[in-house]
């Protein structure tokens, strides 16, 4: 068991669930910088402005079609202190 949660400095990374309604994968274009996720569909566009920095060459995408969901697992970019290590 850890102690980790998602409102301590502990967590490791951030999930970003979408939904999507009607959307194929094949149609999604998702772009995520160190601070900033961009996804696009013909139907959809998101610019979300994350709240904390990430390693986004590090993160993952799994859609999940009979949820009609995109979920994006980011692993933060925190600088190392004691509370971290934790």
Partial sequence: M???D????CCESMVVKI????????EVV???KEKFLDLRTPKYK???HLPH???CLEGKAQFFAEKEELEVTLPMN???DCINLA
Avoid: A, F
């Avoid at 939904?19 to 094949?26: D, V």
């Fill in 2 to 4: 850890s102690r980790k």
């Fill in 6 to 9: 998602p409102s301590s400095m």
């Fill in 19 to 26: 939904k999507l309604p009607g959307t194929n994968i094949s």
């Fill in 30 to 32: 998702l772009d995520v």
């Fill in 46 to 48: 998101l610019g979300l």
């Fill in 53 to 55: 920095p990430v390693h």
């Fill in 78 to 80: 925190r600088l190392l």
